[in-house]
């Protein structure tokens, strides 16, 4: 079974840096999508960066360009959202997903495979 676990959640003041883990076991690490959303309060989820386990392409949604980098380190099989200059607007429960798909997705709906999440709170 394909298991995710993020953590790394925290409160900062706006500006601040965070780093999120998201540590995959059960499945062959190379083989995956594995991208980052999340979910404020009283709105839908939302896709935020995507990455190819085995090639390092990635995908950002607009709003955190320049801002959030996704990484992946093979040997742990973790996928890393480092998350900087964050904004009151980011505040939101982050969740990782991961899909054996052969495309970078930012749409929930391609994602069978969910993380807990872990909660961000940016406060002005």
């Known amino acids: 079974d394909v298991q995710l676990q993020a953590s790394g959640g925290g409160s900062v003041q706006a500006g601040g840096s965070l780093t999120l883990s998201c540590a995959a076991s059960g499945f062959t690490f190379d083989d995956y999508i594995v991208s980052w959303f999340r979910q404020a309060s009283g709105k839908e989820r939302e896709g935020v960066s995507s990455i190819s386990t085995s090639d390092g392409i990635t995908f950002y949604e607009d709003s955190v360009k320049g801002r959030f980098t996704i990484s992946t380190d093979g040997a742990k099989k973790k996928v890393y959202l480092q998350m900087k200059s964050l904004k009151p607007e980011d505040t939101a429960i982050y969740y990782c997903?991961?899909?054996?798909?052969?495309?970078?997705?930012?749409?929930?709906?391609?994602?069978?495979?969910w993380g807990q999440g872990t909660l961000v709170t940016v406060s002005s």
């Open positions: 997903a991961a899909e054996r798909i052969t495309y970078l997705s930012l749409r929930v709906r391609d994602f069978h495979s």
